[in-house]
């Protein structure tokens, strides 16, 4: 009923920037949060950004001053703007949506595919 589906994802030099987006679509009642989160290889995933419905952010330490996430809460669509990338930022990059489906229910997550980020020479 919920899809979550990421784009934007690829290959950059040290410095350089991407921006990742994710829309998220079908039985949504409530949108309650929406976040980034990456792995690499051999590593545990690890948040990197959310951002709620009043608009308060989230973000890990290692990303502060260089990524931005912003929301289009209309289109329950969420942006993540990267720069100054590094090559410790190489991972696949997850989209999570944490919704309600009904009035009654709980929170209910859902994941989305994944874009890999390279950063390298």
């Known amino acids: 009923q919920v899809h979550v589906v990421e784009s934007g994802g690829g290959l950059v030099q040290p410095g350089g920037s991407l921006k990742l987006s994710c829309a998220a679509s079908?039985?949504?009642?409530?949108?309650?949060?929406m976040g980034w989160y990456r792995q690499a290889p051999g590593n545990q995933r690890e948040l990197v950004a959310r951002i709620e419905s009043p608009g308060s952010t989230n973000y890990a330490d290692f990303v502060k001053g260089r990524f931005t996430i912003s929301r289009d809460g209309a289109k329950n669509t969420v942006t993540l703007q990267m720069t100054n990338l590094k090559p410790e930022d190489t991972a696949v990059y997850y989209c999570?949506?944490?919704?309600?489906?009904?009035?009654?229910?709980?929170?209910?997550?859902?994941w989305g595919q994944g874009t890999q980020v390279t950063v390298s020479l």
């Open positions: 999570y949506a944490n919704i309600r489906r009904d009035i009654y229910g709980g929170p209910v997550g859902y």
């Open positions: 079908g039985n949504i009642f409530y949108m309650i949060d």
